[in-house]
């Protein structure tokens, strides 16, 4: 007979489901102690939130206290599509082009968990998709899923890094998966080299404060910083540079999911529609959109620092 387990990475690939592992819930007690080096340095920069409760990121019982497996999934988000260079648009990065992955990731975590249920009706859990403080990439090492880049991102073979991750806290004892892949990564330091910032401050790591991704996305002030708006490479809305350059993204995969397909007009949106957005337009605009993480005020700060970096010759044939 089937077990349970099988059964559950089956029924997994069914839904959609890219990559899949399962390990027992016990605390992550190197990569803790990484995380909290981390936080000293600041690295967080104003993301006060990671601050909060650092110990429930190391010890999923302490998220759910009847946990007693990890299943830890990845879902592809490639889909081909390139920006325009033109400095009348600005770069929106890959993972934002669609439909917001949280709620795309929990519909499917959650069609997962009633299967588990209807096959042993005891089973109690929680899906966590940035819901809950865990600490998605050091799951997935440790299931199995792939590596953690030198650009922080965790790289899987099949898909590269374009993928989301996510997790369901299970009560249930399952079998384990046991096989780590190892760092690809090798003396590769492209990432490094081609961040703009210098954000990858040593490999692994990120300081959020230098970072394009953190600036456009994270970062509430009026301006952006002098060292960032110098460097924006047109971008928008997050950035790919890191993982654009990363050899191992040469087996990227289209995916099948089309909720991820680019909304009209969002890979490289024009900044002057964006200035001229009004709240109502925006809200309707960006409905389940990730986009929306920023707010209106964020979005056009940037469109309005990417349009400042213009030279002028450049602007008076846009104009
Ligand atoms: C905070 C956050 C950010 C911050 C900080 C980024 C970061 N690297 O942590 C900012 C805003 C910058 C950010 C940006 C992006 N993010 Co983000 N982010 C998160 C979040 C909410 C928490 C991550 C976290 O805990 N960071 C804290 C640090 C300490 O964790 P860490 O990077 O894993 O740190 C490890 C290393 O430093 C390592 N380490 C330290 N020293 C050494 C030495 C050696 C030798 C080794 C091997 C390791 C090592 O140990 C640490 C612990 O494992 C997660 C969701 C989640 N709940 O996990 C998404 C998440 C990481 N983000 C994601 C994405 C997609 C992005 C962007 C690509 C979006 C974009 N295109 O703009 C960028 C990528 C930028 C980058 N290069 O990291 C995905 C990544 C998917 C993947 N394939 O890995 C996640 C997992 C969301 C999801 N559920 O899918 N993000």
């Given amino acids: 007979m089937e077990s349970l387990t099988l059964k559950i990475k089956q029924k997994a690939f069914e839904i959609g489901i890219h990559e899949i592992g399962i390990v027992r819930a016990e605390p992550l007690e190197r990569e803790s102690e990484h995380f909290k080096e981390w936080l000293v340095k ?8 990671m601050e909060r409760e650092p110990e429930k990121r190391s010890d999923p019982k ?8 990890v299943i830890v999934v990845a879902l592809n988000y490639y889909t081909p599509h390139e920006h325009e260079e033109s400095t009348e648009k600005g770069k929106v990065s890959r ?45 997935a090492v440790r299931a199995g899923l792939g590596w953690l880049g030198k650009h922080s991102n965790v790289i899987t073979k099949e898909y590269g890094s374009w993928v989301f991750l996510g997790e369901i806290l299970l009560n249930l004892e399952l079998e384990y998966d046991t096989e780590i892949v190892e760092d690809h990564c090798g003396t590769c330091t492209k ?4 961040c703009p910032t210098n954000a990858i401050v040593a490999p692994y790591v990120i300081n959020s404060e230098k970072c394009l ?25 997050g950035c790919d540079i890191c993982q654009n350059v990363c050899p ?55 469109a309005q620092e990417l349009k400042a970096t213009i030279p002028k010759s450049e602007r008076k044939k846009n104009e």
């Fill in 248 to 302: 191992w993204n040469r087996f990227e995969k289209p995916t099948e999911e089309t909720r991820f397909e680019p909304r009209t007009g969002n890979v490289s949106p024009n900044l002057s529609e964006i200035l001229a957005l009004s709240t109502e337009d925006y809200v309707v605009k960006f409905r389940r959109s990730p986009m929306k993480r920023t707010k209106l005020s964020g979005l056009q700060r940037n």
């Fill in 213 to 237: 991704s953190y600036a456009t996305i994270e970062l509430r002030s009026a301006e952006l910083p002098e060292q960032i708006s110098n460097n924006l490479n047109g971008w928008l809305y």
């Fill in 62 to 69: 302490l998220i759910f206290p009847n946990a007693k497996s």
């Fill in 191 to 194: 990432c490094l080299d081609a």
């Fill in 42 to 49: 600041n690295f967080h920069a104003s993301m006060q939130w």
């Fill in 95 to 139: 993972y934002a082009w669609g439909d917001d992955y949280h709620d795309v990731l929990k519909e499917k975590l959650r069609e997962l968990f009633s299967f588990i249920k209807t096959i042993d009706e005891t089973a109690d859990g929680k899906i966590c998709v940035d819901t809950a403080p865990i600490m998605d990439k050091a799951w």
